[in-house]
C-alpha cells in the first residue's frame, strides 16, 4: 500500500481519525477515518511512529502522563498525603492513611450509610455485658436531655 498523502513511499503508519458531525449523539464514537501514510509524511505531521526510536516512547509516556492526570482529576479531591481519590476510596471501601478522614469527610457518611446501614458504631463494646452497656447507654441519653433542659432554661 502507498502513501496517501506523497503516493511514493510505501505506508507503514496508520492513523485512525474519529470525525464527528452534527448528527453524532454525544457520548457515541464519530465516524472512522483511516488514513495509511509513510514515516517522511507522519514525521512532518509530528505524529509519534516507528521510525523515532527514543523519542516515541517518551511521546507515549507524555501521553500516558497527561490522560492519567485528566482521569484523576475527574475522580474528584485527592488526599493530599497518600493521593487516594473519592471514586478510589467508593470503589475499595478503605481509606488510604489517616490524613483521608478529614479529606473525605463530606464523603464518608454517605458511605458509611450504604455499607453499614448506620454512622454510629450499636453493637458490643469489649469488657462490658449487655446490661451494662444499656445503662451507661440510658446514662448518657439522660445527660443529653439534661443539657438540653439547661440550654432552654426548662427547669
Not at 511521546?59 to 497518600?82: H, I, Y
Amino acid at each position: 500500500m502507498q502513501c496517501e498523502i506523497c503516493q511514493e513511499n510505501p505506508a507503514s503508519v496508520y492513523v485512525t481519525d474519529l470525525v464527528y458531525d452534527e448528527d453524532t449523539a454525544h457520548g457515541e464514537l464519530g465516524t472512522p477515518n483511516l488514513q495509511q501514510i509513510c514515516s517522511t509524511c507522519a514525521a512532518e505531521l509530528e505524529l509519534p511512529h516507528a521510525k523515532l526510536p527514543g523519542q516515541s516512547k517518551a511521546v507515549l509516556f507524555k501521553l500516558l502522563q497527561r490522560t492519567a492526570e485528566k482521569s484523576r482529576e475527574a475522580q474528584g479531591p485527592s488526599c493530599g498525603t497518600c493521593g487516594q481519590t473519592v471514586a478510589e476510596l467508593r470503589a475499595q471501601g478503605r481509606l488510604g492513611c489517616a490524613d483521608c478522614y478529614v479529606t473525605f469527610a463530606d464523603h464518608l457518611e454517605p458511605l458509611l450509610l450504604r455499607m453499614h446501614q448506620a454512622t454510629a458504631h450499636t453493637g458490643r463494646v469489649p469488657g462490658l455485658d449487655e446490661a451494662a452497656l444499656g445503662l451507661s447507654v440510658r446514662i448518657e441519653q439522660l445527660k443529653e436531655r439534661m443539657d438540653l433542659a439547661i440550654r432552654e432554661e426548662d427547669y
